[in-house]
């Protein structure tokens, strides 16, 4: 017998499943945050810090959130490419289509291109700006010319650049985080003046008197 409960539960969550791929969101909640620093805490560099001072977990917490804060135009920016991508795809479906019956499909295929170019080649140049990523931009520009070779743009259905944009933030605040605390190499002690957490340095165990 089926479980009324269970089955709307499961229902909800391939429909929420469904509404994050199909509209990616830019926003910034506790679970998410734990999720990031879950996976930011696997890498080896941030894996050694954090074994050696648990407490800066929150820390690290923190480099997310601000790093999040300085590149949320650019996550909502690389969300809007991705939607704009996935409702172009069924134009690529029909001038695909059009193509094999010898229709107009050339033509309703480069104005599709043409459109498509608008909003992401600004994209891209401030994707550029904003990060230095010269590397995945040009990516990106062969991403595109894959897609335009797959029938039906399928590879448009990915959200590539809202997880190019959270690659990038999730990266530049573990290299933050890193360059920050690589010097930790024992818990921090309570009372410490450093803001970074170092223990205070050692009093020597007797004191000098002259003569």
Sequence with gaps: MINPVGAAKTAYNAGRGFAGWLVPSAGMDQSKLESIVDKLAKDDRVRNILSANPGLRDRLKSSV???YAENENLRRMAGYVDVADKLLVPIDVVADYMKIMGGVGYGLSAAKEIAEA????????????KTGDVVGTLGNLLWEGLSWLIPGSLLDLTNRYANQADSYIERTSADKFVKLYSAEKEPAHEGSPSRLGRPPARQPDFQYSPA
């Design 65 to 67: 959130m601000d790093t």
């Design 118 to 129: 608008a909003f992401k080649l600004p994209y891209m140049a401030y994707y550029t700006v």
